[in-house]
């Protein structure tokens, strides 16, 4: 990742009835003509670049094969899109019923609540052959709180303003709908071919000692862990539980002394955690060197409003994600049902198994340097004492790299850059870089907020987070690979329920 600034990416799937002007609607776009002959599409992907409201979009844009009712809804377009522009025709009821079976579909395959999209009634020059009124177009966008709008490709007509619609409504609902858990959910999902469930740690005590978050932390992991046999168990399925732990901000120090822990004592991890292996953990701007004493020395920070304001942002939970993966049945027949609506843990069929992945964590912790900062700021935050942990250096040098000692633990740590540099001509960050040996684990990721703590609290906001996506992508592949590394270690997955193996023995 760089800290120059390309341009955002976004994929988009294009999905709605047979003929009522996709192909049409991107060729114009991206072409600038019209095509009045008929051909079906099967699938093309076109590329173009806008620039909408001071930033650059590269917008990748797969055009699909129209839908009926019993086409089935591909992995390829519901999966891995940062949103869909739904078509109807306005001259075709049956095309505008067809809008919401899709939209239906989608939300049934990513499990999630609701999703970007724009919805886009075409060939509004046919006006005599209307049969869906502006106005019912309308409801169904105030239904969805998606934006809605008439176009016609044929007179070019609101063409690039359904394009330009779709990032609005696309950068609006991204925060709310497709945070940083779901994201990583939905997509893990179907890259390692897993259940996956990306569980968030309720609630995370910013006060009390480290140990005592590290023990509180243990009990609710193992209960995730206990939670997800007794699925398994219920429907029949095997498979090794495999945990990834994600923290932000200190969440990472606590992800990263629970692993300590498990690895020193090797009993109560197998108690606790009943056979489960933790096989990595990414952390978000964790401080595991200390906090940035650049910012905290600028007088800027000296406000005790401002810090009281930081820290009610952490304790919101915005901050505070966990996830656990469970490989997903690799039986056909089961594929469909795989997937439940989001918090639907209990909704998953977790038959099948080829293995299970679980990943925890993620809790962020208000802190500061406490001898670093004024008394009245220290005062603030008096209740937080792992304040203190960040301020013995030894401790946090030794932390790293006894994590590093761990044979088949993997890590590595993401951390928010301000685009432009101090005045010591250094990157603004905010946590204090590592040590040279080091720093091939630490990735920096570019950000567009007004200072060190905005871009350190915003880094799952898309709007703050130059490469949100990329930071999205990037976590998720880290994590296919300490999978894969894990299943290569261990043998190859069990793909077959208990049943189907006990019937294919002799
Ligand atoms: N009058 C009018 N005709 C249009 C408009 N847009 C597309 N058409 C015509 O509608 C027909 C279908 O257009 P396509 O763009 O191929 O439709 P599609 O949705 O991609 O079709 P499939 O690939 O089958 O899903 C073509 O004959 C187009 O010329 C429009 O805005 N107005």
Same mark, same amino acid.
């Given at each position: 990742?760089?800290?120059?600034?390309?341009?955002?990416?976004?994929?988009?799937?294009?999905?709605?009835?047979?003929?009522?002007?996709?192909?049409?609607?991107?060729?114009?776009?991206?072409? =600038?003509?019209?095509?009045?002959?008929?051909?079906?599409?099967?699938?093309?992907?076109?590329?173009?670049?806008?620039?909408?409201?001071?930033?650059?979009?590269?917008?990748?844009?797969?055009?699909?094969?129209?839908?009926?009712?019993?086409?089935?809804?591909?992995?390829?377009?519901?999966?891995?899109?940062?949103?869909?522009?739904?078509?109807?025709?306005?001259?075709?009821?049956?095309?505008?019923?067809?809008?919401?079976?899709?939209?239906?579909?989608?939300?049934?395959?990513?499990?999630?609540?609701?999703?970007?999209?724009?919805?886009?009634?075409?060939?509004?020059?046919?006006?005599?052959?209307? %049969?869906?009124?502006?106005?019912?177009?309308?409801?169904?966008?105030?239904?969805? %709180?998606?934006?809605?709008?008439?176009?016609?490709?044929?007179?070019?007509?609101?063409?690039?303003?359904?394009?330009?619609?779709?990032?609005?409504?696309?950068? %609006?609902?991204?925060?709310?709908?497709?945070?940083?858990?779901?994201?990583?959910?939905?997509? +893990?999902?179907?890259?390692?071919?897993?259940?996956? =469930?990306?569980?968030?740690?309720?609630?995370?005590?910013?006060?009390?000692?480290?140990?005592?978050?590290?023990?509180?932390?243990?009990?609710?992991?193992?209960?995730?862990?206990?939670?997800?046999?007794?699925?398994?168990?219920?429907?029949?399925?095997?498979?090794?539980?495999?945990?990834?732990?994600?923290?932000?901000?200190?969440?990472?120090?606590?992800?990263?002394?629970?692993?300590?822990?498990?690895?020193?004592?090797?009993?109560?991890?197998?108690? %606790?955690?009943?056979?489960?292996?933790?096989?990595?953990?990414?952390?978000?701007?964790?401080?595991?060197?200390?906090?940035?004493? =650049?910012?905290?020395?600028?007088?800027?920070?000296?406000?005790?409003?401002?810090?009281?304001?930081?820290?009610?942002?952490?304790?919101?939970?915005?901050?505070?994600?966990?996830?656990?993966?469970?490989?997903?049945?690799? =039986?056909?027949?089961?594929?469909?049902?795989?997937?439940?609506?989001?918090?639907?843990?209990?909704?998953?069929?977790?038959?099948?198994?080829?293995?299970?992945?679980?990943?925890?964590?993620?809790?962020?912790?208000?802190?500061?340097?406490?001898?670093?900062?004024?008394?009245?700021?220290?005062?603030?935050?008096?209740?937080?004492?792992?304040?203190?942990?960040?301020?013995?250096?030894?401790?946090?040098?030794?932390?790293?790299?006894? +994590?590093?000692?761990?044979?088949?633990?993997?890590?590595?740590?993401?951390?928010?850059?301000?685009?432009?540099?101090?005045?010591?001509?250094?990157?603004?960050?905010?946590?204090?870089?590592?040590?040279?040996?080091?720093?091939?684990?630490?990735?920096?990721?570019?950000?567009?907020?007004?200072?060190?703590?905005?871009?350190?609290?915003?880094?799952?906001?898309?709007?703050?987070?130059?490469?949100?996506?990329? +930071?999205?992508?990037?976590?998720?592949?880290?994590?296919?690979?300490?999978?894969?590394?894990?299943?290569?270690?261990?043998?190859?997955?069990?793909? +077959?329920?208990?049943?189907?193996?006990?019937?294919?023995?002799?």
């Amino acid at each position: 990742m760089s800290s120059t600034n390309p341009p955002k990416s976004r994929r988009i799937a294009v999905l709605g009835a047979r003929a009522v002007g996709k192909s049409s609607l991107v060729i114009q776009f991206c072409e =600038n003509h019209f095509v009045e002959s008929y051909y079906p599409t099967i699938e093309s992907t076109f590329t173009k670049t806008i620039r909408y409201k001071g930033y650059e979009y590269s917008v990748e844009i797969m055009d699909t094969a129209g839908q009926d009712e019993y086409s089935i809804l591909s992995s390829h377009h519901a999966s891995s899109m940062d949103g869909y522009v739904l078509v109807y025709s306005i001259s075709s009821r049956s095309s505008f019923d067809m809008v919401k079976i899709i939209r239906d579909k989608i939300l049934d395959f990513t499990g999630l609540e609701s999703v970007p999209c724009v919805v886009v009634g075409n060939k509004s020059d046919l006006s005599i052959q209307r %049969q869906i009124s502006p106005e019912e177009g309308k409801e169904l966008g105030e239904q969805w %709180q998606c934006s809605t709008i008439e176009t016609s490709a044929k007179h070019d007509e609101n063409v690039y303003c359904c394009w330009f619609l779709f990032t609005d409504s696309e950068e %609006q609902t991204q925060v709310l709908k497709l945070d940083f858990p779901n994201r990583i959910q939905t997509i +893990l999902t179907n890259t390692v071919k897993a259940d996956v =469930n990306a569980i968030v740690y309720p609630s995370y005590k910013t006060a009390g000692d480290l140990r005592l978050a590290v023990e509180n932390f243990s009990v609710w992991l193992g209960q995730q862990v206990a939670d997800t046999k007794k699925d398994m168990d219920r429907l029949n399925s095997s498979g090794k539980i495999m945990i990834v732990l994600l923290g932000h901000s200190m969440g990472g120090i606590v992800s990263a002394e629970t692993i300590l822990r498990f690895n020193d004592e090797k009993s109560a991890c197998l108690d %606790q955690l009943q056979g489960a292996s933790i096989i990595g953990m990414l952390a978000f701007d964790t401080p595991f060197y200390s906090i940035n004493q =650049n910012f905290v020395a600028d007088k800027a920070w000296s406000s005790v409003d401002q810090v009281r304001g930081l820290g009610n942002l952490w304790n919101t939970g915005t901050a505070t994600i966990a996830a656990a993966t469970a490989t997903r049945a690799i =039986n056909a027949s089961n594929h469909g049902s795989t997937s439940g609506r989001s918090g639907g843990g209990s909704a998953k069929k977790w038959g099948l198994f080829a293995g299970v992945v679980g990943a925890a964590a993620i809790g962020a912790a208000a802190y500061v340097a406490r001898d670093k900062i004024q008394a009245t700021l220290a005062d603030a935050y008096d209740q937080l004492t792992f304040i203190s942990d960040l301020t013995d250096i030894h401790s946090c040098d030794q932390r790293v790299k006894k +994590l590093l000692k761990i044979p088949d633990i993997f890590f590595k740590c993401f951390y928010v850059q301000l685009n432009e540099l101090g005045s010591d001509h250094r990157p603004k960050t905010f946590i204090k870089l590592p040590p040279e040996e080091v720093a091939y684990l630490f990735v920096p990721v570019p950000s567009s907020a007004e200072n060190e703590i905005a871009a350190h609290t915003s880094m799952f906001n898309p709007k703050k987070t130059d490469h949100y996506y990329e +930071l999205g992508s990037d976590s998720i592949s880290l994590i296919s690979e300490m999978v894969s590394r894990f299943q290569r270690k261990n043998g190859p997955p069990l793909i +077959l329920a208990k049943e189907e193996i006990q019937q294919q023995q002799p």
